[in-house]
């Protein structure tokens, strides 16, 4: 089984004004026909930034729903959910709805604020994923957010006190951190049992190998009795195949090579692709 736990809809960015929706960089449609032909069984999508129907208080989850129900059980509802300005009773009535996922991004204050427990406390409750946003967002000169972005807001560390505090609640930090930060989830996928990382974004696929083997690899002696490096089962076993908005092939591909550079089991490979996810979402 193949699960992608992160992809975004959004409309034509050619026709910013039209109602086609778009997943993986094309119209729905031919996405849903290329994630099948390779293989993948389910998507997770979320609301993308640029929706130009639906509900502006219902932050674009009223597209995923209705995009869920236009394809039977292929996508999998991620609702985004602003704590800044939602309730969070909101997450009752995505739970509800049938969304089996969260999506946390551009936060007011960081991601441990106890501000924002009580939204944490209703996702363990109801058993929803939380995909949060992680390092780097991107941005586009002269375009101003409708409030203050902070990259430091979305570090892998604030994954830490909401997964001690809240040991139930299954966790998902996008993009590893990108580069910034990555190392913080090194650290974090090691040692929280609850908290799981996705590969997205175009930095960690573009590290050169020395690099990615200090974050999925350790020595095979300690004390470097040897310069021979095998892979941390301890980090590969809490990644989770995901690909933005990325076009399939691209991290079908990378997730595929890096496994078999570090000789990763079999039974770990397809954890890494799908069985994980799966369990986390009770399918």
């Not at 959004?10 to 996405?31: H, I």
């Not at 800044?84 to 009535?93: A, G, T, V």
């Not at 930095?203 to 310069?227: A, C, H, N, T, Y």
Request: charge should be negative; charged fraction near 25%; proline fraction near 6%.
């Amino acid at each position: 089984m193949i699960i992608n736990v992160h992809t975004h809809v959004y409309t034509n960015p050619a026709k910013p004004d039209s109602d086609e929706l778009f997943v993986s960089q094309m119209p729905v449609p031919k996405a849903v026909q290329q994630w099948r032909d390779r293989g993948v069984d389910h998507v997770c999508v979320c609301p993308g930034g640029r929706l130009t129907k639906g509900k502006e208080h219902d932050n674009g989850n009223d597209v995923v729903e209705s995009l869920c129900a236009d394809y039977g059980d292929f996508f999998i509802g991620f609702g985004r959910v602003r704590p800044e300005k939602d309730k969070p009773e909101y997450i009752d009535e995505l739970a509800d709805r049938g969304f089996k996922g969260l999506k946390f991004i551009a936060p007011l204050v960081p991601y441990d604020d106890e501000s924002s427990f009580p939204f944490y406390e209703k996702a363990s409750k109801h058993g929803l994923v939380c995909l949060f946003h992680l390092g780097w967002l991107g941005h586009r000169p002269g375009r101003r957010a409708d409030h203050v972005i902070r990259v430091a807001n979305m570090q892998p560390v604030h994954l830490d006190a909401i997964a001690r505090y809240f040991s139930e609640l299954k966790l998902v930090g996008a993009h590893f951190g990108g580069r910034a930060y990555c190392l913080q989830a090194v650290t974090i996928a090691r040692w929280m049992p609850n908290v799981y990382f996705d590969l997205t974004g175009g930095i960690i696929r573009r590290l050169p190998w020395p690099f990615l083997q200090m974050l999925f690899g350790q020595q095979k002696e300690e004390s470097l009795v040897d310069d021979e490096t095998v892979l941390d089962g301890r980090v590969m076993e809490k990644i989770i195949f995901g690909s933005d908005n990325a076009l399939p092939d691209v991290f079908l591909t990378f997730y595929k090579n890096l496994m078999e550079r570090f000789d990763a089991p079999p039974q770990m490979q397809q954890a890494v692709m799908g069985d994980t996810l799966a369990g986390l979402l009770g399918l």
